[in-house]
T-cell receptor, first 110, second 122 residues
Framework: RKEVEQDPGPFNVPEGATVAFNCTYS??????FFWYRQDCRKEPKLLMS???SGNEDGRFTAQLNRASQYISLLIRDSKLSDSATYLC???????????FGAGTRLTVKP | NAGVTQTPKFQVLKTGQSMTLQCAQD?????MYWYRQDPGMGLRLIYY???????DKGEVPNGYNVSRLNKREFSLRLESAAPSQTSVYFC?????????????????????FGPGTRLTVL
């Protein structure tokens, strides 16, 4: 079983739609959580950290459920520019070893 | 600031050849990393260096060696390339940050990635 699992998609949604991505992780000692965004043939870039209490950044909302070892990302009012692959990332506390999910591909269509 | 730079951008090797992938960062970060990315697998950590002078194995270190030449530079060497090492290689760097969230001190560690090296081993 992979340490970080994501639905690979692809998710094809119209502009303006709300879309949610889920991620599960297997190591209960994981302490830090992130969503990264990766455009086609580019490097990953941090989208947002995921805080225990959940957090929002504009149209993006991240949630963490430690009991279920589950992370989610909600994108509201999708834009064409949101088309990318979204990577779920977990890290053990004070450990530089970060584990990446394989990513969920999103395409937003006009 | 250039951020994280990698050379070369593309490389084709024959089985058994050796090569070194170069990585440099100008953000004065202590930690640097090498990942490989394969379809359906996500990024997997090969080696990392928590600080100048130290290196540690990651998830998939076999077939690779690294050198933390100084604080800025972290190179990845393939001594005898194999077709299984065909992949996209990303270098990254980070500086740990910490903050309070939900009453708990949490350590966040944003990693900044280079543009990647596409390596094909024939």
């Amino acid at each position: 079983r992979k340490e970080v699992e994501q639905d690979p998609g692809p998710f094809n949604v119209p502009e303006g739609a709300t879309v949610a991505f889920n991620c599960t992780y297997s190591n209960s000692a994981s302490q830090s959580f992130f969503w990264y965004r990766q455009d086609c043939r580019k490097e990953p870039k941090l989208l947002m950290s995921v805080y225990s209490s959940g957090n929002e950044d504009g149209r993006f909302t991240a949630q963490l459920n430690r009991a279920s070892q589950y992370i989610s990302l909600l994108i509201r009012d999708s834009k064409l520019s949101d088309s990318a692959t979204y990577l779920c990332v977990v890290r053990l506390y004070n450990n530089n070893d970060m584990r990446f999910g394989a990513g969920t591909r999103l395409t937003v269509k006009p | 600031n250039a951020g994280v730079t990698q050379t070369p951008k593309f490389q084709v090797l024959k089985t058994g050849q050796s090569m070194t992938l170069q990585c440099a960062q100008d953000m004065n970060h202590n930690s640097m990393y090498w990942y490989r990315q394969d379809p359906g697998m996500g990024l997997r950590l090969i080696y990392y260096s928590a600080s100048e002078g130290t290196t540690d194995k990651g998830e998939v270190p076999n077939g690779y060696n690294v050198s933390r030449l100084n604080k800025r530079e972290f190179s990845l060497r393939l001594e005898s390339a194999a077709p299984s090492q065909t992949s996209v290689y990303f270098c990254a760097s980070s500086e740990a940050t910490a903050g309070l969230a939900g009453g708990l001190l949490q350590s966040y560690n944003e990693q900044f990635f280079g543009p990647g090296t596409r390596l094909t081993v024939l």
